[in-house]
Nanobody, 117 residues
Framework: QVQLVESGGGLVQPGGSLRLSCAASGITFNNYAMTWYRQPPGTERELVATITRTGDTSYADSVKGRFTIYRDNAKNTAYLQMNSLKPEATAVYYC???????????WGQGTQVTFSS
């Protein structure tokens, strides 16, 4: 059974930082690309960052220079380090494990990040 479990969400203050984790089980983790998405209230889910199985990364323009995606294959875990957080960070953050061929994809249940002014 494949499971992706996100953690690390919570309340964040202006300019603050959070690190989200996505722990995977039931898959050969290092075969999968990992992508973080977020879904702000009342809006559609949007892509935040991707890391390929070889470690190449890409980011949404809105988070470049502030967010870092990385992975630890030994721990079957992907991370999203979020710095200099802004109010638009309020969202449910989801991770997805996927093959670049598109043939398989698995989602986590999400973790809530709430910007607190």
């Amino acid at each position: 059974q494949v499971q992706l479990v996100e953690s690390g969400g919570g309340l964040v203050q202006p300019g603050g930082s959070l690190r989200l984790s996505c722990a995977a089980s039931g898959i050969t983790f290092n075969n999968y690309a990992m992508t973080w998405y977020r879904q702000p209230p009342g809006t559609e889910r949007e892509l935040v960052a991707t890391i390929t199985r070889t470690g190449d990364t890409s980011y949404a323009d809105s988070v470049k220079g502030r967010f870092t995606i990385y992975r630890d294959n030994a721990k079957n875990t992907a991370y999203l380090q979020m710095n200099s957080l802004k109010p638009e960070a309020t969202a449910v953050y989801y991770c997805k494990a996927h093959l670049l061929s598109g043939s398989r994809a698995y989602w986590g249940q999400g973790t809530q990040v709430t910007f607190s002014s």
